[in-house]
C-alpha cells in the first residue's frame, strides 16, 4: 500500500498519469490547471518521458493523436477555453478510435470567462464538443483522492475502448489539497495491433484515419462506434448514492457541487427532511438506470450545478419527466453555499 | 531481362487518383525512391494532411496517420518524440502548411524537430476546386480571386523557405521544382537529404517542391509545366535557403 500525501487535485492527476505509464505529456498554460503541466514538467525528464509546451492547444492535442496512434499513453490538460480549442482533434481522436486521457479543469465562461470554478462545460464534454457523432467518456472527480483514481481508470478505460477519456474538474477541485494514496499500480496493457510501429517489412502498413469517402462505410463505421458506446452505457456507469434508502427528494450533483450538497443533505436530516444524494462519477455515460429507479420514490429531484442548468436536462431525461426536477446553480465562478442548497431543499420540499 | 524501370517498393499498387499532368505523383515517387534507398521503409511513419494528397496513406507501404487540416507537424511530433527511433515525415500541400497550419509549422522548425517535410506547393488549393492559397502568385485568377490576387486587398504571398530561414530551429531547407528532368533530379537529391538529415538526427528539413495543378489554373499539363517556369520560379527561386552544417553555413 502507498502512503498517504498532501497534494493538489492537479498533482494528483499528474502524478497519478505517471502511475499509469503515461510517459507523454502535451499542454499549454492555462489557469487554474497550470500545476498538472508544472508537475509534468519538472518529472518527466527523470523518467525518461516527454513533457512539451505546444505552441497551442491545438498543437498539443495533435501531438496527443500522434503518440496515441503509436499505441501508447499520453495526455493533455486545459481548461474551458483551451479545451474548446482541443476540440477538433478530440473529434479527430473519436473518428480514429484513438484512446488519450484529456483532462479539463473548467473555469468560468463563455469566452474568456473567468478564472474561478465552473461546471459549464458539461453540454461540450458529455454531448461531443466537436463535430460528428460521437462520445468522450466523461469522469468527473469530487476529492483529490478520487482525481488520481479517476486518472488511471480513465486511462484503463480509454484504451480498453479505444477513445477518449475526460476527467471533467473544476477549479476548486484542481486547487483544493487532500491527502491522497496513489498505489503503485499495474498496468493494464491493451493489445494495440493497429498502432504504428513502422511494418518492419513484417506486416501491412497500419492506417490511422477517419477519412472514409464512400457514405456507406462511413455509415457502418459510425454504426459500429455506436454499438461501442451502447457496451459502455451498459458496462462502465459509475455513481455514488448518498442517504438514499428513505429519501423523498433527491439531489443530483457532481463534483465540487456534490460536496456542498452532501453538507447541505446533512443539515436538511438534522431538520427531519428525508432527503438524499446521486452523485454520477461518469457524466457520460449518466447514470440514467439508477436516477428512473429513484423516481417513483422520490417527490421530486434537484440538480446542483455550476452552470445555468446543462446536467438537468439529463436528469430530466433519465427519470422520463415522472417528477419535477429544480434547478440550484451559481455560475461565472461562483460555487453554491450549503445554505443556498439548503434553502432550495426547504423550497422545493414546501412546494411538493 | 534486365528491370530498367520499375516501381519503387515503397509505393503500393492503389492506382493514385491524381489528375493528368498533376505533379503530386512524381514527388509520390521521389518519396518512395527515396525510402527505397535508405532502405528505411520499415521503420518509416508518414503524415497525410489535408488537400489532394490525402489519401497519401493509400499509397505508401508505410505506417501512416491522417492529420487535421494544417496539423501534420504537431501529430508528427508527437509519433517522433514516442518513438524517436522511426523516420517521421509529413507530406503536406500549401494551404495546409502556410495557411492554416502556420503555426505548427513554424514552431516544429524552431524546435527543430527531427522530422522531414515534403511541401508541394501548387500555389493554389487543389482538392477544394481552386481556391487562393497563401502562396497564389501576385495578379492570378483563382476561384476565391476571380480578377486576380490584388496584393492591395488580401496581401501578399507567403515564401515558406525565406520566411523559415529566419527561423533559428530549421536545420535544412531548400526549394525545387519537378517540371523537367534537371529539376526533378535535383529534387530527389534534396528529398534524400531531408531523409539522411532526420536519420543523422539533424533536426528539421523541410524541401518546397514548386508542383503543379493543371486542373485548377486551367491549363494542359505542357503548359502548366510552363507556367513553372514563366511564372512560379521568378517568384519562388530555387535553392538552398539553409543548410546550418554545410560549409559556409546558411544562404
Ligand atoms: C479545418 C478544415 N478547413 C477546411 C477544410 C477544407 N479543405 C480541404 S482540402 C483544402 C485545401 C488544401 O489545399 P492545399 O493544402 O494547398 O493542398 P492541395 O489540395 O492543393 O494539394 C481545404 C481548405 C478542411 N478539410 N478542414
Ligand atoms: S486538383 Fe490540382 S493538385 Fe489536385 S490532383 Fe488535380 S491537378 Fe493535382
Redesign the interface.
Known amino acids: 500500500m502507498g502512503e498517504k500525501v498532501l497534494m493538489k487535485g492537479n498533482e494528483a492527476i499528474a502524478e497519478a498519469a505517471i502511475r499509469a505509464g503515461c510517459r507523454?505529456y502535451?499542454g499549454y498554460p492555462i489557469t487554474p490547471q497550470t500545476e498538472v503541466a508544472a508537475y509534468m514538467s519538472k518529472r518527466m525528464p527523470k523518467i525518461g518521458g516527454?513533457f512539451?509546451q505546444?505552441?497551442?492547444e491545438?498543437?498539443?492535442i495533435?501531438?496527443?493523436?500522434?503518440?496515441?496512434?503509436?499505441g501508447?499513453r499520453?495526455m493533455t490538460s486545459s481548461s474551458s477555453p483551451g479545451i474548446s480549442l482541443k476540440q477538433?482533434?478530440i473529434s479527430?481522436l473519436a473518428g480514429?478510435d484513438l484512446p488519450a486521457l484529456v483532462v479539463n479543469v473548467e473555469r468560468g465562461g463563455p469566452g474568456l470567462g473567468g478564472i474561478q470554478p465552473s461546471q459549464s462545460d458539461y453540454w461540450q464534454a458529455t454531448k461531443a464538443g466537436g463535430h460528428g457523432d460521437y462520445h468522450n467518456l466523461v469522469l468527473a472527480p469530487a476529492s483529490v483522492q478520487e482525481m488520481a483514481a479517476l486518472t488511471i481508470k480513465g486511462f484503463e478505460l480509454a484504451d480498453k475502448y479505444g477513445m477518449v477519456a475526460m476527467i471533467l474538474a473544476d477549479g476548486t477541485m484542481g486547487q483544493m489539497m487532500e491527502p491522497v494514496e496513489i498505489d503503485d499500480i499495474e498496468i493494464k496493457t491493451v493489445d494495440k495491433p493497429w498502432a504504428?510501429?513502422?511494418?518492419?517489412?513484417?506486416r501491412e502498413?497500419?492506417?490511422?484515419?477517419?477519412?472514409y469517402l464512400k457514405p456507406d462505410l462511413l455509415e457502418i463505421k459510425n454504426f459500429e462506434r455506436y454499438e461501442k458506446y451502447a457496451a459502455i452505457e451498459r458496462d462502465e456507469v459509475m455513481y455514488e448514492e448518498y442517504l438514499m434508502d428513505d429519501a423523498e427528494y433527491c439531489i443530483v450533483a457532481f463534483g465540487i457541487s456534490a460536496r456542498v450538497a452532501k453538507n447541505a443533505i446533512n443539515a436538511a436530516r438534522a431538520e427531519g427532511i428525508k432527503v438524499g444524494m446521486l452523485r454520477p462519477i461518469t457524466l457520460w455515460p449518466f447514470p440514467k438506470d439508477a436516477l428512473l429507479a429513484r423516481a417513483d420514490q422520490c417527490k421530486a429531484f434537484i440538480s446542483v450545478e455550476m452552470s445555468m442548468g446543462q446536467m438537468i436536462e439529463d436528469v430530466e431525461l433519465a427519470i422520463k419527466c415522472k417528477k419535477p426536477v429544480y434547478l440550484c446553480n451559481r455560475v461565472g465562478g461562483m460555487i453554491p453555499s450549503p445554505e443556498e442548497v439548503l434553502a432550495k431543499i426547504k423550497e422545493v420540499g414546501g412546494a411538493n | 531481362m534486365d528491370v530498367v524501370f520499375k516501381k519503387p517498393h515503397a509505393l503500393t499498387d492503389a492506382p493514385l487518383h491524381y489528375c493528368p499532368g498533376c505533379t503530386h505523383g512524381i514527388i509520390h515517387r521521389l518519396v518512395a525512391e527515396v525510402i527505397d534507398e535508405l532502405g528505411i521503409e520499415g521503420e518509416t511513419i508518414g503524415v497525410a494532411s489535408v488537400g489532394c494528397s490525402v489519401m497519401a496513406y493509400d499509397y505508401f507501404n508505410v505506417d501512416f496517420v491522417q492529420a487535421a487540416h494544417g496539423r501534420a507537424p504537431a501529430v508528427a511530433t508527437g509519433v517522433k518524440r514516442s518513438d524517436p527511433s522511426k523516420v517521421v515525415f509529413t507530406y503536406q500541400g500549401d494551404g495546409d502548411l502556410a495557411a492554416i497550419g502556420t503555426a505548427e509549422t513554424v514552431h516544429s522548425a524552431a524546435r527543430r524537430e527531427n522530422i522531414t517535410v515534403i511541401f508541394v506547393n501548387n500555389a493554389i488549393y487543389g482538392m477544394t476546386g481552386g481556391q487562393m492559397a497563401p502562396t497564389t502568385l501576385p495578379n492570378m485568377v483563382t476561384q476565391t480571386s476571380p480578377y486576380g490576387r490584388n496584393v492591395e486587398a488580401v496581401g501578399y504571398p507567403i515564401k515558406v523557405c525565406e520566411l523559415l530561414s529566419e527561423v533559428d530551429g530549421a536545420a535544412y531547407l531548400e526549394r525545387v521544382a519537378v517540371n523537367n528532368v534537371a529539376n526533378i533530379r535535383k529534387a530527389k537529391a534534396a528529398i534524400k537529404k531531408a531523409f539522411q538529415n532526420q536519420l543523422d538526427g539533424k533536426g528539421f528539413s523541410l524541401v518546397e517542391v514548386v508542383s503543379t495543378c493543371p486542373t485548377n489554373w486551367g491549363l494542359t499539363p505542357a503548359k502548366a509545366l510552363e507556367f513553372v517556369e514563366t511564372d512560379m520560379l521568378p517568384y519562388y527561386p530555387l535553392g538552398v535557403y539553409k543548410d546550418i552544417y554545410a560549409e559556409g553555413g546558411e544562404k
Not at chain 1, 62 to 70: A, D, F, R, Y
Not at chain 1, 196 to 202: A, E, F, N, P, Q
Open positions: 507523454h502535451f516527454t512539451l505546444a505552441e497551442s491545438i498543437a498539443a495533435n501531438m496527443v493523436i500522434g503518440v496515441s496512434s503509436t501508447k499520453v477538433e482533434g479527430y480514429c504504428l510501429t513502422g511494418t518492419g517489412m513484417k502498413h497500419n492506417i490511422v484515419n477517419s477519412l
